[in-house]
């Protein structure tokens, strides 16, 4: 026997035992019905569905695999896929979630056949979704921030009409204190000029008292006597005048300390 005989293999189509064994198991293995629609994977795009692939394998293993994901792949490759096959060549790395990948699997891939775009339906839906759910957050988004402006703007115009209010009303108030001080000053002004008038109008009548007692005291007295007299009376006159001016100091200082409570109860 030659060297090359020893070394001679047969893979599992040329093994005819393998053959057999497969050919039981396709006619034992019962398979979902859409298995018998054929995929022409050159109107779908495998790289589409890579992704998704990738992600059952991961769920269903607990860990990217890189050597099941890529034998997949290299199995969508070939222009006509047997899913029943294929199926079976997985049951070793997929064990009981086979059955149930291949069938999610085959029926994307017949609506990707059937979408001009080579994509499967469902994934066209889900993007569609995913497109609506984030609109729906940015205009969500969207109606915070104007709720959030518009109180921001209700706010700024409800202080600059209080401030406008405030200001009005200080204004006026500035107004009724000048026209308060006006009329206090006329008043007291009118006040000092009657006290005035009243002032000479007593120092007259006391003057021409004093003329009269002392013509009185001139018919009756003489001498020292009418001297001493008349420097009393003149002194009196001296002391009335003295009591009235600081009965009027007293009277101003009453009227600014009233004017300074007025104030400070304006402050408050």
Known sequence: MSSGNLFRGANAEQDSR????????????????????????KKVKLDVMMPWITEQVTK???????????????????SKVDPKQMQLYLTGFLEKNTSTFMKELWSLLIS????????????????????????????????QLRAKRDEVERRVEAETQRRARDEQAYDED???????????GAELHHDDRGRRDYDRSHDRRDLDRDRYRDREHRSSRAGD?????RRDRRDAR????????????????????????RERDRDR
């Open 18 to 41: 393998f053959g057999n064994k497969m050919k039981k198991l396709l006619k034992t293995t019962k398979f979902p019905a859409h298995f018998d629609t054929k995929v022409d994977m």
């Open 60 to 78: 269903y293993l607990g860990f990217e695999d890189e050597v099941v994901v890529g034998y997949i792949e290299s199995q969508l490759q070939d």
């Open 112 to 143: 990707a056949q059937q979408n001009p775009l080579g994509i499967p339906t469902e994934f066209l839906e889900q993007k569609k979704e995913e497109i609506r759910v984030k609109k729906e957050e940015q205009e969500r988004i969207a109606a």
């Open 174 to 184: 500035a107004d009724g204190d000048a026209d308060d001080a006006a009329a206090h």
């Open 225 to 229: 006597e009418y001297d001493r007299d």
């Open 238 to 261: 001296r002391e009335r005048r003295r009591d009235r001016r600081d009965d009027r100091d007293r009277e101003r200082d009453r009227d600014r300390e009233r004017d300074r409570d």
